[in-house]
């Protein structure tokens, strides 16, 4: 076997951090994101996942709704300290070596690159149903580009370390990849596609190790190959979302906007019942007032139409329960309208609607 006139693999796997600018400005940026959700309300132990939503989880029907930058902003979002810290544990300690085996750029790139393809891979296979974040699949990514990068260099790297390399790699990849079955809230998906991604990108980037290395230009040409047909494989297995965050967003925002209107109208309604006949209104004037009220329900009802989201949209069942609520008041306000302009005293009565409106939105 030939020796190599490079530093040994487990130098580069110890190195300091000087010599891993990339891996640190990625863990400092995770660091950083981190403590920036904690200001914005997350958990050190738990976040909520309206909080990782907010600053860039992958989730379908955002991520689809012409969001896509989420699948590279996802691998900076992580769901508590724990999640955090393991993973740049594991960033750390691999992430140094293969900065040191493919330079800074190629190993941003794969870092990168791998990280998006997979959290497309996650977004395949959970199928819409849940929200994800972290840098486990970007990490993975690292241990399958060093399993290609060692099988293909075996001969030109020392036995003893080739062995327990290799096989370390190869059993912590193992065991996540089991754990990720067993264990719930572990986004195996996100796992093994990084995996797969960093094997096919580090035959891509992979550069020779020493001058008897074997050539990587058939690696290339195989890796791209790999990594088109992935991609193609991935764009047309992706699910439809079940709905559109857009839409879901503009629904909320009808449902605020619904209820507000709902207190104020109701107060004048109340209002007018009990004090018009003390401030001297007829009935007449009194009728013109209530359907005034009830021209406010109808404009409630177009736009609570109007936003009505498609699809399996959280807010759809009480967009459809506020629609049918204000229906029933314009009626009442309609109706009671018709009493007084018939000169019926009883139509004074407090009108009970036959619903009550949402005490919030969801």
């Known amino acids: 076997m030939q020796s190599s006139p490079h530093r040994s693999l487990t130098d580069l796997m110890r190195a300091p951090a000087s010599a891993a600018p990339v891996v640190c400005g990625v863990i400092a940026l995770n660091v950083a994101v981190f403590l920036a959700m904690l200001l914005a309300g997350a958990g050190w132990w738990h976040a909520a996942q309206g909080v990782p939503l907010a600053w860039g989880a992958n989730f379908g029907p955002a ?39 493919l330079g800074r750029g190629r190993f941003a790139a ?23 974040g972290g840098a486990s699949g970007a990490v993975f990514s690292l241990y399958g580009a060093l399993l290609v990068c060692l099988w293909r260099e075996r001969r030109q790297v020392d036995r003893s370390e080739f062995r327990w390399l290799f096989g370390g790699a190869l059993f912590f990849t193992a065991l996540m990849l089991g754990l990720g079955l067993v264990l719930p ?7 093994a596609g990084g995996l797969l991604a960093g094997a096919l990108l580090g035959g891509l980037l992979a550069q020779p190790w020493t001058a008897q290395s074997p050539p990587v230009r058939s690696w290339r040409r195989g890796s791209v190959a790999a990594l088109v047909l992935l991609v193609v494989v991935l764009w047309r297995a992706l699910p439809a979302p079940p709905y559109l965050m857009g839409e879901e967003l503009k ?13 104020r109208i109701s107060q004048r309604w109340g209002s ?35 936003a009505t989201p498609a699809g399996q949209a959280p807010s759809a069942a009480t967009l459809e329960a506020l629609q049918a609520y204000a229906v029933q008041r314009a009626e ?3 109706a009671q309208s018709e009493g007084l302009r018939r000169g019926d005293a009883t139509a004074l009565q407090p009108a009970q609607p036959a619903a009550s409106a949402p005490a919030s939105a969801p």
């Open 63 to 101: 991520t689809q709704d012409g969001q896509w930058w989420r699948l590279m902003t996802a691998m900076f979002v992580h769901f508590g300290v724990m999640h955090l810290a393991l993973n740049m544990w594991a960033l750390w300690d691999v992430g140094r070596l293969m900065e040191g085996l």
């Open 110 to 132: 794969l870092y990168l690159g791998s990280g998006v393809l997979g959290n497309g891979v996650s977004l395949v296979v959970q199928g819409n149903q849940a929200v994800s």
């Open 185 to 191: 809230g572990i986004d195996n998906a996100a796992h």
């Open 251 to 263: 629904a909320r925002a009808s449902i605020a906007r619904f209820l507000q209107d709902d207190e």
């Open 272 to 306: 007018l019942v009990q004090r018009g006949p003390q401030e001297g209104l007829s009935f007449e004037q009194l009728a013109g007032r209530l359907d005034e009220v009830a021209v406010g329900y109808e404009r409630s009802f177009d736009y609570l139409t109007a």
């Open 332 to 334: 009442a306000a309609r």
